[in-house]
């Protein structure tokens, strides 16, 4: 039980570095009305992983450890990716009147590329959460714990380490 605690505490730390450093480079890469882009693609995720488990739950007593561990390295691999994504994507509001299909579609692939790792990380936290649901205070004061944490960790290492760098942190974690 202690693992899995720990697992719920770090996922959830990862995902609210990784969006908050989404924001923060949006904010600053493009424009400031953007990082309501990465919050409604975090929020749609986390639902679409819970109506995915609602419709296609689990089988009970199956072990979940797998399936987490699938998850989290999922997670991990697409919020690496993130980085070398945003640099390589043509995301230039100016050239929208240019090329508007090619900016369309930039910022669809965009909004797929976020959505993927708070998916996964949603899925993981409702598997943890269903298949230990007699544990669900203990579960989510960890999780509560790892979303503070991981808005508290921005702060001192935004300067030193970077975006970038944090969001490379958070695929770590």
């Known amino acids: 039980m202690r693992r899995l605690s720990f697992g719920v505490l770090f996922i959830a730390l ?3 570095v990784l969006e908050l450093m989404l924001t ?13 882009f990465v ?4 929020v749609f995720a986390f639902g679409m992983a819970g109506i995915y488990a609602t419709l296609k739950p689990l089988p009970a ?7 987490l561990a699938a998850r989290c390295v999922g997670f991990a691999l697409f919020t690496a990716l993130l980085v070398p994504l945003i640099n390589w994507l043509p995301l230039d509001y100016n050239a929208a009147g ?21 998916y996964l990380a949603g899925s993981a936290l ?6 230990y649901s ?25 300067a030193p380490i970077g975006p970038g760098g944090l969001m490379l942190c958070a695929a770590g974690l």
């Open 14 to 16: 990862a995902t609210l």
């Open 24 to 36: 923060r480079v949006f904010d600053i890469v493009l424009i400031p009305n953007l990082a309501y």
């Open 39 to 42: 919050v409604t693609a975090a």
């Open 61 to 67: 007593g199956r072990d979940v450890h797998g399936f």
């Open 98 to 118: 240019r090329a508007p299909l090619k900016t369309i579609s930039a910022f669809a692939v965009l909004y797929v590329a976020l959505v993927i790792p708070f």
């Open 126 to 131: 409702i598997a943890a959460f269903s298949a």
């Open 134 to 158: 007699a544990q669900i205070q203990k579960l989510y004061c960890w999780d509560l714990v790892g979303a503070g944490l991981g808005s508290m960790l921005v702060i001192p290492f935004i």
